[in-house]
């Protein structure tokens, strides 16, 4: 079974931005699990304000096991990040890796 990439893309207000990068800067220190690999966020070049968090999980089965991880705080951290973010502006993407 191979790994699994899972991103979300979205717009911040940019009023929002400073707000943001402290909610993901405590976000970063908190989120883990059995068979995360990574998780990075990433501000695209030549856009401001337009983010992407990438998750790399070892394997189908953990990234299909990551939603039932109990966190109240991250709970609270993600409904925070709701807030900040444009309307329609969130595009997700998984991606399996191609065992041969």
Known sequence: MGKV???IQYDVFPAKRNDYLNLIRELK???SAEGLESYSVYEKKNKAN???EVYIFSSEESYESFDDI???RIDILMSKLSDLITENSQKYTTL???VV
């Open 29 to 31: 220190t908190l989120i």
């Open 50 to 52: 337009s983010f992407e």
């Open 70 to 72: 109990q966190n109240e």
């Open 5 to 7: 990439i899972f991103s």
């Open 96 to 98: 399996h890796e191609v």
